[in-house]
């Protein structure tokens, strides 16, 4: 039996496809048990990485570990990994049991264990009445959940997942994210997953790589990279933010919002919409705009804000807030911790 | 208007009865009547073994075609299937290409090649490897190598069709799941393809049973087919015989068909079917 995670290592890894470069340098380490997001618009490279940890592309540069074993140069079914597709790919003239049990026949598992732990595995993702089906008799959740039996059955000490969720519509996405949360719980396996969508990474991951052109602009917790991004690429990607410009000749300063900063360097800062507010607390930076628009949104409501010199702000208030919504055209004062500017440098 | 978007499909059914539906009631009546209702035909045919043996050549050469073209095609469209689809268009046109000549063209093609002073004695002989012209025309093995070779693009061409459908990305999930390139290929590719291939198989199988130019012009006395009886026959303007054993055809060819299906019916399966 295997261990049940192993550590995955990229260093320096560099892939082109012709002019284009797909992956630039690229270094992530993940942690054993660790639920590693690559997240990034489609173009970033995450895809690409995926693939040349499963084996079906190789790097042109640098180096891939699973576990202490560098794996570049092994196909894929040498690796020992498991994966989920964004198609689900599920064998279309296998019934479901013979689905989940493929990974353990190719690994030479006897029949009497093979058909305990395909039960087991089906289990696990509530489908134990559907082993007999032909997976053309599923809906697309129940697919993607045989497709995720299928892959962790053998146990693999890393899984890897490409945007298996995004075929999915929205509730079963949630449903499937909670699903994929407790598989990783209880099987403590490392995970590598690769998606676009900012939410999904945030709620998932224990760590997100945010990828650009084929580099890593950012590798942090969900709430690090949240709260402080590095880059306006990622406050811009990660979450909804307000970015505030400096004017051109004077770095660090924004009048709009009633903010000088020190750094001479700072080019513009992020402000979360939720962290602006229009009851002013003691030490808020103070700035009066203009209502614009106003959006309901369910559990929130979202302001459109123009300040005096035209900068457009989103304000987003939950409703449980004791103000009424505002008016459009009217002027309110609005506030914010200082701290909660985020600087950015490029 | 109930017919209304049926509309369009007027002149081919005309076509379909004036071509296909009367002749084959025709052929049907003369089978049966002479003047009046006798089953004489049909005794002659099935009383006498040279008949009976023509048959049976004919199925048994049909099925041996249509392998041939199989185990020749099946992996030729493999092969083109896994190209860049750039480089695959060019290489599907070549396959294409002889289907541009007739066949009467293609079977007048293979006597020079096989002829006395044809290009294959001529390289035996200029090899050393015989010094008298051998004879490789007016047999079976011509017949068979000339009928694959007219056929085989519509093996190729129907196999390749099928394996386009096939997901690429099963392969993968297959190989990341612990399968080298071999068991992928049996375990998934080759189920997934089967139904391309068995209806490859048919179709030259159906085409097959009606051959008759390639045997007469290269093939022996014995590789007679059922084919030659009937165009012997109607030669000889005895229309109820010849359509009698036409009917024999047909229905051999239907009745081998539907034992294929039987069969492969098992084992086949639509690559379509778990599309999401």
Same mark, same amino acid.
């Given at each position: ?17 012709? !002019? ?31 693939? +040349? ?36 790919? %599920? ?50 959740? !129940?697919? !993607? ?32 994210? !909670?699903? +994929? ?61 307000? +970015? ?48 614009? /628009?106003?959006?309901? %949104? ?6 459109? %804000? ?27 004062? +609005?506030?914010?911790?200082?701290? /909660? ?6 | ?13 005309? $076509? ?10 025709? @052929? ?30 004919? $199925? ?38 002889? @289907? ?44 068979? $190598? ?30 990341? @799941? ?30 097959? @049973? ?51 299906? $039987? ?14």
């Amino acid at each position: 039996m295997s261990e049940a995670s192993a550590p995955v290592r990229f260093e320096n890894v560099t892939r082109r496809f012709g !002019q284009v470069v797909a992956l630039e340098d690229f270094s992530l380490a993940v942690a054993p048990g660790e639920f590693v997001t690559l997240l990034g618009p489609s173009g970033s490279g995450k895809t690409t990485a995926l693939n +040349i940890l499963a084996g079906f592309d190789h790097a042109d540069a640098g180096a891939v570990f699973i576990g202490e074993r560098a794996v570049g140069g092994l196909p894929p079914e040498k690796r020992n990994v498991g994966m989920v597709f964004q198609n689900f790919a %599920l064998f279309p003239h296998m019934s479901v049991f013979d689905n989940v049990a493929f990974p353990l026949r190719m690994r030479g598992v006897d029949k009497a264990r093979r058909a305990r732990r395909v039960t087991e595995a089906l289990a696990m993702v509530r489908l134990a009445d559907y082993a007999e089906r032909r997976p053309n008799a599923l809906s697309g959740g !129940q697919r !993607q959940r045989v497709a995720l039996a299928r892959a962790v059955v053998a146990e693999p000490p890393v899984l890897l997942m490409d945007e298996c969720l995004s075929a999915l519509d929205l509730k079963l996405r949630e449903e499937l994210q !909670q699903e +994929i949360r407790r598989l990783h719980r209880v099987l403590g396996t490392t995970v590598v997953f690769v998606t676009h969508d900012q939410g999904e990474a945030l709620s998932l991951s224990d760590r997100v790589a945010v990828m650009e052109s084929g580099r890593v602009r950012q590798v942090d917790t969900p709430g690090a990279l949240y709260d402080r991004p590095a880059s306006r690429f990622v406050a811009d990607f990660v979450g909804r933010t307000n +970015i505030v410009e400096a004017p051109a000749g004077a770095p660090g300063t924004f009048a709009d919002i009633d903010l000088a900063l020190d750094d001479r360097r700072v080019r513009a800062v992020s402000l979360r919409p939720e962290k602006l507010r229009r009851t002013p607390r003691d030490g808020d930076r103070r700035f009066e705009a203009r209502v614009e /628009d106003v959006t309901f %949104l369910g559990a929130a409501v979202e302001s459109r %804000l123009v300040t005096r010199s035209g900068a457009v702000l989103r304000l987003s208030e939950t409703r449980a807030g004791t103000l009424p919504p505002p008016e459009r055209g009217q002027t309110v004062e +609005i506030g914010y911790a200082p701290g /909660d500017a985020v600087p950015l440098f490029d | 208007m109930p017919f209304g978007p049926r509309l369009p499909l007027i002149p081919a059914l005309l $076509l379909a009865l004036a071509m296909f539906a009367v002749p084959a009631a025709l @052929m049907v009546q003369q089978a049966l009547f002479d003047p009046g209702l006798t089953a004489v035909h049909f005794e002659r045919f099935f009383t006498r073994s040279v008949y009976l043996g023509v048959l049976q050549k004919t $199925l048994v050469v049909s099925a041996v075609v249509a392998s041939l073209c199989l185990l020749v095609g099946y992996p030729m469209a493999l092969y083109i299937v896994h190209q860049p689809p750039r480089r695959r268009p060019l290489l599907l046109f070549l396959v294409l290409v002889p @289907m541009w000549m007739s066949i009467l063209v293609r079977t007048y093609a293979w006597m020079v090649v096989l002829g006395r002073e044809g290009i294959v004695n001529g390289a035996l002989q200029w090899l050393g490897l015989t010094a008298e012209p051998v004879t490789l025309l007016f047999n079976s093995y011509a017949v068979h $190598l000339a009928m694959a070779q007219i056929l085989l693009p519509v093996m190729v061409v129907t196999c390749y069709a099928g394996m386009t459908e096939i997901d690429p990305g099963l392969v993968r999930a297959a190989r990341v @799941m612990g399968a080298g390139p071999l068991r992928a290929f049996r375990h998934v590719f080759l189920p997934l393809s089967l139904e391309g291939a068995v209806t490859g198989w048919s179709v030259i199988f159906i085409l097959s @049973m009606g051959f008759f130019i390639v045997p007469a012009l290269i093939g022996g006395r014995r590789d007679t087919l059922l084919g030659n009886l009937i165009v012997g026959q109607v030669a000889q303007t005895n229309w109820g015989f010849a359509a009698a054993m036409a009917i024999v055809l047909l229905a051999a060819t239907v009745a081998l068909l539907g034992l294929v299906r $039987l069969v492969a019916g098992r084992f086949i399966h639509s690559p379509r079917e778990a599309r999401p």
